[in-house]
């Protein structure tokens, strides 16, 4: 009888989706392009962003040799917030650049936006963990009175 030699080999991705709502102050300055009734819009500045809330689910799936597959999680979690890595996810405050370009047509406008978040809002420092935000956002507006 020939002997059998277990081969074990463990593989797992863990998948996590946070989400984190903010109320973020903007110092802008814009400047417009153009005549008439239609004008490029250029905007650039910093702001500063208190979380207001967030919640993260992570789901780990994955398997072991030959023995089959594994899902474990899938449930949601509300955030932390605060500056003690014991009992603290993340920090409240956040700051940044924000650029941004649009279109002014008559009394509309439409334009997207970056934010690029410049601290650190982990909780955890020691080991060199870091987390900054990244928005890519996109927006419509109307001006009253024009």
Do not use: C, W
């Not at 279109?103 to 020691?126: H, V």
């Amino acid at each position: 009888m020939k002997p059998a030699k277990p081969v074990l080999g463990a593989t797992f991705t863990v998948l996590t989706t946070t989400k984190l709502a903010y109320l973020d102050i903007p110092a802008l300055g814009t400047f417009r392009l153009g005549s008439g009734n239609t004008k490029f819009v250029l905007q650039a500045g910093p702001y500063v962003g208190f979380a207001i809330g967030g919640s993260i689910q992570a789901e780990v799936q994955g398997g072991i040799g030959g023995l089959g597959s594994i899902g474990i999680g899938g449930e949601s979690e509300a955030i932390s917030f605060g500056n003690d890595p014991d009992e603290n996810d993340l920090r409240r405050l956040d700051f940044g650049l924000i650029g941004g370009a649009g279109i002014e047509f008559g009394a509309f406008r439409i334009g997207a936006q970056y934010n690029l978040g410049l601290a650190n809002i982990s909780a955890f420092t020691d080991n060199g963990t870091t987390v900054r935000n990244r928005v890519l956002s996109f927006h419509v507006g109307y001006f009253f009175g024009r």
